[in-house]
């Protein structure tokens, strides 16, 4: 008697065709394995007894052999979904993923279509972090989409672990603390995160860092080890001087030195500060008292870390 290892989205049919060339093979498993049943959902993983040489199509099976297949038409659900809340947000990962997960607390409950053939997940949320992970039960030729639905807020909400591409917010989303540490995914999503305070995106991997200037209650942000260039990071110092109203104070973590001197800048004809390098914007941050009534700048970077100190 063989011992069969069932591999991500075989059903029983699939299992027959490849040890047999045939589904009628089905009659087999069920013989050699008395607790299974036609009801049964197989899982990755899974060992199946069935007589060896027992073969009802030889063709078939020859040439699966030869060509590696491996049949796995999966169980399937029905499309459409239909979700009680309206959609908030969603990301896309590579077609080849076999897996995601991500964390998230807060209020209100959340419904998560997976983007693969299981029923859409509902999730009541509270102050204690749930981590959510998923193995996806089919392939798809195209980038997958998984897609986050209901009425909720969330206190924190951390997608290290989900592999996104790209991730998109149909709408302002309340959300205090944000990580996406690692990977690689541009940021233009950031200006929809609605009361954030605490957002980590170490070695991160993204082009641009000007959205993160919309983002103006920030008072942490952590860019450690991040993959961005100095120019990206001298464009975001620039842009939090030129356009600080309504900014809080912030404690930021930067993953180079900026360019140019820790220095005053110099004064157009009417008495403004005009930085040009990113150390330029630092000096202005850690220095402009008005931008530092309510509490203290602080701008880390590799080698030094400046911050305001009163006069």
Same mark, same amino acid.
């Given at each position: ?99 995601? /997960?991500?964390? !998230? %607390? $807060?209020? *209100?409950?959340?419904? =998560? ?42 206190? /924190?909400?951390? !997608? %290290? $672990?989900? *592999?996104?591409?790209? =991730? ?144």
């Amino acid at each position: 008697m063989g011992k069969y290892t069932v591999t991500e989205g075989q059903n029983l049919y699939d299992v027959a065709l490849h040890l047999t060339g045939s589904i009628e093979g089905i009659v087999d498993l069920l013989i050699c394995n008395p607790a299974l049943s036609l009801a049964d959902t197989l899982r990755s993983g899974d060992e199946l007894f069935y007589t060896d040489g027992f073969v009802i199509n030889a063709d078939v099976v020859a040439r699966y052999r030869r060509e590696q297949i491996v049949p796995a038409g999966g169980e399937r659900n029905v499309y459409p979904k239909y979700p009680s809340g309206h959609r908030r947000s969603w990301f896309t990962l590579e077609a080849e993923q076999i897996s995601t /997960s991500f964390s !998230l %607390s $807060g209020n *209100g409950s959340v419904e =998560i279509d997976w983007g693969d053939n299981s029923p859409l997940g509902t999730v009541a949320l509270s102050s204690s972090v749930r981590h959510l992970g998923h193995r996806f039960d089919n392939t798809v030729a195209t980038p997958r989409q998984v897609r986050i639905y209901g009425d909720f807020t969330l206190q /924190s909400l951390d !997608l %290290s $672990g989900c *592999g996104a591409r790209r =991730i998109r917010l149909s709408e302002p989303l309340h959300c205090e603390r944000f990580s996406l540490c690692g990977g690689s995914c541009p940021l233009d999503f950031a200006p929809l995160l609605d009361g954030i305070f605490r957002m980590d995106l170490s070695r991160l991997s993204c082009g641009s860092l000007l959205p993160l200037a919309e983002c103006r209650q920030l008072m942490t942000l952590d860019l450690t080890d991040a993959d961005v260039s100095r120019a990206a990071v001298d464009e975001y110092l620039l842009r939090l001087v030129t356009h600080h109203y309504g900014r809080r104070n912030c404690d930021l973590t930067l993953p180079v030195v900026p360019s140019g001197t820790y220095t005053e800048p110099v004064r157009d004809a009417v008495g403004c500060y005009v930085p040009a390098t990113g150390l330029e914007a630092v000096w202005l941050l850690t220095h402009e008292e008005s931008w530092n009534e309510g509490g203290a700048w602080m701008v880390r970077t590799p080698e030094t870390c400046y911050r305001y100190n009163p006069r």
